[in-house]
């Protein structure tokens, strides 16, 4: 089955902490990773995506094939980094075609 | 360019009325995602749509709810006899081609339900 998994709701740390949100993913061929991030009742705008390999607001995150995980990670977290974060990822359905699926998205706060 | 278009942003109805949500995509694409926000849960899939074709509807309640992306036109998200269930938000997402891949793909900024 085509699954993402946030395995935290919330997510609350203090600014300058470092942030990891996690994210597993079932394997089914090869699909693109992706972190989409949700200011307040905005769209969903894209933070990163795992081909481009960049880094984003200081945001990175590492495909572990092996451990079928995409964690979102940022050294110094800055309260404007508060918002919520969706993993998703690109599976096909018919062949040529392709549809994201998103985990159940981290509430992240960063307290002052 | 005017972005993926939603309408209504905001919508109430009474139990049992019918909530029509449309998506007008980004001026070139021809292929309509639908999503669902409900409070404090993340984004679900509900149903992809090319011209005329509903490709996936994989996510859609198996009654109440349909969708169509007709020729010409917006693609509507129609939830006829609501229930105070249904309050989320609606996400319609819009991409030029079959693949999608991150940066291809655009979302809305939605419409928000309430039933009440």
């Known amino acids: 089955a085509q699954r993402v998994t946030q395995p935290e709701k919330l997510l609350s740390v203090f600014k300058g902490a470092p942030v990891e949100l996690k994210c597993n993913y079932s394997y089914s061929g090869s699909p693109e990773l992706f972190w989409y991030v949700q200011y307040s009742r905005q769209r969903l705008q894209l933070l990163l995506r795992h081909i481009s390999r960049e880094s984003i607001k200081g945001f990175t995150a590492d495909l572990n094939k092996g451990e079928t995980s995409f964690h979102l990670k940022k050294p110094f977290a800055q309260e404007e980094d508060s918002a919520m974060y969706y993993c998703a990822a690109s599976y096909v359905i018919i062949q040529g075609a392709q549809k994201l699926v998103f985990g159940q998205g981290t509430r992240l706060t960063i307290n002052p | 360019n005017a972005g993926v278009m939603q309408n209504p942003r905001h919508l109430v109805r009474r139990r049992g009325q019918e909530a029509r949500l449309r998506c007008s995509p980004m001026?070139?694409?021809?292929?309509v995602y639908w999503y669902r926000q409900l409070p404090e849960e993340g984004l679900k899939f509900m149903v992809y749509?090319?011209?005329?074709?509903?490709?996936?509807e994989s996510g859609m309640p198996k009654e109440r709810f349909s969708a169509e992306f007709p020729k010409e036109g917006p693609s509507i998200l129609r939830i006829q006899q609501v229930v105070r269930g249904d309050s989320a938000a609606y996400f319609c997402a819009s991409s030029t081609g079959a693949r999608v891949s991150g940066n291809t793909i655009y979302f809305g900024e939605g419409s928000w339900l309430t039933v009440v």
């Open positions: 749509l090319q011209k005329e074709n509903i490709i996936d």
């Open positions: 001026k070139g694409h021809s292929h």
